[in-house]
């Protein structure tokens, strides 16, 4: 048992980064096939919110879903990782815009009652503290320590 949790201790950042690397990879593809991603028109409108409109519809959807797929695919390869972290900040930021912009599809009752939609934006926030938490580890400026 204390070499399984060496293991998983000493691969836990790595395990993490692949993780969020599969999870960006499969709502990333699912976006390249219309109305297959349950995400599919709420990115369509923010995207069209965010560029006031400048992208049409099917083409934003199309750009993001390589932005999501490639940010995937160079998590779970480990190249690039400052930038990656960069990259993904930007979409996480934008993940939230439906919170303020489209509050009768987040919430039942503004602010505290989440609708399905407003669950799925509000999970972001572990990827944004587990980014946080693996591009801290890659600048080296945390170590992880286990507690006996």
Same mark, same amino acid.
């Given at each position: *048992?204390?070499?399984? $949790?060496? &293991? #998983?201790? /000493?691969?836990?950042?790595?395990?993490?980064?692949?993780?969020?690397?599969?999870?960006?990879? &499969? #709502?990333?593809?699912?976006?390249?096939?219309?109305? +297959?991603?349950?995400?599919? /028109?709420?990115?369509?409108?923010?995207?069209?919110?965010? $560029?006031?409109?400048?992208?049409?519809?099917? %083409?934003?959807?199309?750009?993001?879903?390589?932005?999501?797929?490639?940010? !995937?695919?160079?998590?779970?390869? =480990?190249? &690039?990782?400052?930038?990656?972290?960069?990259?993904? +900040?930007?979409? *996480?930021?934008?993940? #939230?815009?439906? +919170?303020?912009?489209?509050?009768?599809?987040? #919430?039942?009752? $503004?602010?505290?009652?989440?609708?399905?939609? !407003? /669950?799925?934006? *509000?999970?972001?926030?572990?990827?944004?503290?587990?980014?946080? +938490?693996?591009?801290?580890?890659?600048? =080296?400026? %945390?170590? %992880?320590?286990?507690?006996?």
């Amino acid at each position: *048992m204390h070499r399984l $949790t060496l &293991w #998983f201790t /000493q691969n836990a950042i790595h395990l993490l980064r692949i993780s969020i690397g599969i999870i960006y990879v &499969w #709502f990333g593809a699912l976006k390249f096939f219309p109305n +297959l991603s349950p995400a599919d /028109q709420l990115a369509r409108t923010t995207i069209n919110l965010i $560029t006031f409109g400048l992208i049409p519809d099917n %083409v934003s959807i199309i750009l993001l879903a390589i932005w999501e797929t490639l940010l !995937g695919l160079v998590l779970i390869a =480990g190249l &690039w990782r400052t930038f990656a972290f960069y990259v993904l +900040l930007v979409h *996480m930021v934008c993940t #939230f815009v439906p +919170l303020f912009f489209f509050t009768e599809v987040s #919430f039942t009752n $503004t602010p505290y009652a989440f609708t399905l939609v !407003g /669950q799925y934006i *509000m999970k972001n926030l572990i990827i944004i503290w587990s980014a946080l +938490l693996i591009h801290a580890h890659h600048k =080296g400026t %945390v170590i %992880v320590r286990t507690l006996e």
